[in-house]
């Protein structure tokens, strides 16, 4: 894993991937459970989608970063 290129998601990325994906919430439910607009959901689980799918095509890790980072 040391030799991979990483690709960074926040934390907020991680969240709405697994309200969406795993927990299965419309759009709405999860802007709602991550307290932010419609809008801003889009935003952020449209990067983690980018980002999860950039490490899987090009092999790369996948690493969340901490908020005190």
Known sequence: MKVLEEV???IE???A????NIE???Q???AEKMN???STFQRIISSAHRKVS???IKGKA???MRKDF
Not at 17 to 20: S, T
């Open 54 to 56: 950039e490490a899987l």
């Open 24 to 26: 299965k919430l419309s």
């Open 62 to 64: 996948v690493k969340v």
């Open 28 to 30: 709405e439910e999860c």
């Open 17 to 20: 991937l697994k309200l969406k």
């Open 8 to 10: 960074f998601l926040s």
């Open 13 to 15: 990325e991680l969240e």
């Open 36 to 38: 932010t607009s419609q």
